[in-house]
């Protein structure tokens, strides 16, 4: 399906407000991570205003597709995307890890409407993925399940056993993505722990791979619906993304993956995202 240009503005816009609103959150809050919810927001865009079959009215609606997010620590983008679609009001994303919040530093299943799982530990989200799909199977359900997940998280033993697990039962219901952004808390993946030949090593799991430029909404919508065409197994998409995308001063810095900015930093990301609104709009006149 092809975007047409006011498609790409609207998606395009709606990332750039959720990028915004990642700031004041990060700011009020005093704490959390910035790098990877930035990053992450043109994905989030596309799912909850473009690929997911959702309801904010309903959010416990059968037919809902399910989303996991199994890297928990980027939810300030999964919290800013729910209330921005209407699941609960865009005020309370400045209570962002406030003590009584509903939106904690991980998400919390049952705290907030349209939340799957709760996470934490990181490498577990594939898992209870895998288990949905397979409940999903067993029902003859047509809902997807989505799962998300950080490249640092590939370093998890538990990973793998669930990607063993999706590739033997074919589970072409099941569509996971890893956002390729290369950094983790203590630095850059591939001086870390490397990761690569990533692609190679899903595809010898049964996965059919794809990858694509996490910020490009065309690759993104047509990579998900691609995977809905893979009737054979399950698929994966690498989403390359610079950490803290939309902000000059943090974007691929490893060193903003488990920071906030402070008040004058908040400011000036703020003015850049200001501005990069106004020339998204001009872009697509």
């Given amino acids: 399906m092809t975007l047409t240009a006011q498609d790409i503005q609207r998606l395009e816009e709606k990332a750039n407000l959720i990028r915004q609103a990642i700031i004041k959150m990060l ?14 927001a043109d994905i989030f865009a596309a799912l909850y205003f473009h690929i997911l079959n959702h309801d904010p009215a309903k959010p416990d609606w059968s037919e ?11 939810c300030p983008v999964l919290y800013a995307s729910l209330a921005h679609a209407g699941y609960f009001p865009l005020s309370e994303l400045l209570t962002l890890r406030k003590l009584g919040s509903r939106l904690q530093g991980h998400p919390h299943r049952g705290a907030l409407p349209g939340l799957e799982t709760t ?63 290369n ?42 619906n691609g995977a809905k065409a893979i009737f054979e197994k399950p698929t994966l998409i690498i989403a390359h993304t610079i950490p803290g995308k939309g ?17 004058e930093e908040a400011k000036l990301a703020l003015h850049e995202l200001r501005t990069l609104q106004g020339k998204i709009k001009s872009e697509h006149q």
């Avoid at 809902?64 to 980027?74: A, E, K, P």
């Avoid at 808390?185 to 990533?198: A, S, V």
Wanted: hydrophobic residues 40%.
């Fill in 27 to 40: 700011l009020e809050a005093g704490s959390g991570h910035s790098a990877g919810p930035l990053g992450m």
């Fill in 119 to 181: 996470s934490g530990p990181l490498g577990s989200g594939l898992s209870q993925a895998v288990g949905m799909a397979l409940a999903g199977r067993i029902d003859k359900a047509k809902w997807q399940v989505i799962c998300l997940m950080s490249d640092g998280e590939q370093d998890a033993g538990n990973t793998w056993e669930a990607v063993m697990l999706a590739g033997k039962n074919k589970l072409h219901n099941l569509t996971a993505l890893i956002d390729r952004n």
């Fill in 183 to 224: 950094i983790q808390i203590d630095g850059f993946t591939e001086d870390i722990m490397p990761l690569e030949n990533l692609r190679a090593k899903y595809e010898a799991f049964n996965f059919h791979v794809l990858e694509i430029d996490g910020h490009n909404m065309q690759e993104i919508i047509d990579a998900f």
């Fill in 64 to 74: 809902r597709d399910r989303l996991v997010l199994s890297n928990g620590h980027i």
């Fill in 247 to 263: 902000v000059d001063f943090m974007e691929g810095k490893f060193e903003w993956h488990g920071k906030p900015p402070n008040k």
